[in-house]
């Protein structure tokens, strides 16, 4: 996998789009909170992985 800049952009546009949703979620019901945490766990590890292959191959941290 070749990680760009975009990628690296996108991931954390991921991250903080699953966080709005999952507080949108919060004031609406609360039914389906651990696969809401879940969800956000996994993006932020991967979004957390990209960081660091981008810092080890570039040296920037964007």
Do not use: E, P
């Amino acid at each position: 996998m070749y990680l760009t800049k975009t990628r690296l952009i996108m991931a954390d546009m991921f991250v903080l789009a699953a966080l709005v949703l999952m507080f949108w979620a919060i004031f609406n019901s609360r039914q389906n909170m651990l696969a809401a945490v879940l969800v956000l766990v996994v993006l932020v590890a991967r979004s957390a992985f990209y960081h660091f292959k981008w810092y080890k191959s570039t040296g920037k941290i964007y």
